[in-house]
């Protein structure tokens, strides 16, 4: 069954909400590889998979450590933990055995999840940080160089 984007999965950061719309994506590539009972698409589909996810892990991590997140351990933690675990995965495939209904209940239910959870409670730190930033930017502007050129 196909992993809709629904609202309730919005941070309301539209460069993580983009990225977390790619992963659903690829999860619903992973479904597709299923009904066509492709283990070469699975396996080139799981690997284009964890190198966005690891990408978008690290971009996460460095929006949450700009942001001062006090629990950007237990997170990062979450992610190694869930990098292992489709690692696993990937190893199986390889190794020649069908994961893929096994894969797709782990993928949808830790995503939706961690969404919800995890990244929620990051989402207005980091918000708050991202706007006091483009403040900053606009005060900038308002500086030196905007009186050089009026």
Same mark, same amino acid.
């Given at each position: =069954?196909?992993? #809709?984007?629904? *609202?309730?999965?919005?941070?309301?950061?539209?460069?993580?909400?983009?990225?977390?719309?790619?992963?659903?994506?690829?999860?619903?590539?992973?479904?597709?590889?299923?009904?066509? &009972?492709?283990?070469?698409? #699975?396996?080139?589909?799981? +690997?284009?998979?964890? +190198?966005?996810? #690891?990408?978008? /892990?690290? /971009?996460?991590?460095?929006? =949450?450590?700009?942001?001062?997140? *006090?629990?950007?351990?237990?997170?990062?933690?979450?992610?190694?933990? /869930?990098?292992?675990?489709? +690692?696993? /995965?990937?190893? !199986?495939?390889?190794?020649?055995? +069908?994961?893929?209904?096994?894969?797709?209940?782990?993928?949808?239910?830790?995503?939706?999840?961690?969404?919800?959870?995890?990244?929620?409670?990051?989402?207005?730190?980091?918000?708050?940080? =991202?706007?006091? &930033?483009?403040? !900053?930017?606009? &005060?900038?502007?308002?500086?030196?160089?905007?009186?050089?050129?009026?």
């Amino acid at each position: =069954m196909t992993l #809709l984007w629904t *609202p309730d999965l919005e941070l309301g950061i539209s460069v993580i909400d983009s990225q977390h719309q790619r992963i659903v994506d690829y999860i619903n590539q992973v479904d597709h590889s299923r009904q066509t &009972a492709s283990a070469a698409e #699975l396996a080139e589909v799981l +690997d284009e998979l964890v +190198d966005y996810t #690891l990408s978008h /892990f690290a /971009f996460e991590e460095t929006l =949450m450590e700009e942001a001062g997140y *006090p629990f950007i351990k237990a997170h990062k933690k979450v992610h190694q933990l /869930f990098t292992k675990r489709v +690692d696993a /995965f990937q190893q !199986r495939t390889k190794a020649g055995e +069908d994961v893929t209904e096994e894969l797709l209940h782990v993928l949808k239910a830790w995503l939706v999840n961690h969404i919800k959870r995890d990244d929620k409670d990051y989402s207005a730190i980091v918000i708050e940080n =991202m706007e006091a &930033a483009t403040e !900053r930017v606009k &005060a900038r502007k308002g500086g030196f160089f905007s009186r050089l050129f009026k």
